[in-house]
């Protein structure tokens, strides 16, 4: 529940910041928010456009150098990692499929 919480917070908040040119937040949140939609794509996949639109409003973010040195940092590593590891395990939960839902009305 508490991931759940603070990945939604995050969304909500990062959204409509998105255009600048540096990234506008950690690493280990970007890892978070990517691998939140990656897995919400596959979970619900009614929704699947509105999560493509936030996958390309991140890529909206910082320089591409700047994305790729944060993809590939440890922090984004551990942040996808714990991502996959919460919501990933299929069947999804419901807890998991509540989650993607709550992200898109974030959006």
Known sequence: ?????IICLGV????????GAEL?????????V??????????????????LE??????KSGTEKEQAEARTSKE???????VRAKFGKTPFSD???TTCKALVDAQ
């Open 34 to 51: 990517e691998g939140l939609l990656d897995i919400c794509i596959k979970a619900n996949p009614q929704a699947a456009e509105a999560y």
């Open 12 to 19: 909500a908040i990062l959204m409509p910041n998105l255009a």
């Open 95 to 97: 807890e998991t499929v």
């Open 24 to 32: 506008p937040f950690p690493n280990a949140l970007l890892g978070h």
């Open 54 to 59: 936030g996958k390309k409003q991140l890529a």
């Open 76 to 82: 984004y590593l551990d942040g996808l990692d714990a």
């Open 1 to 5: 529940m508490k991931i759940r919480l």
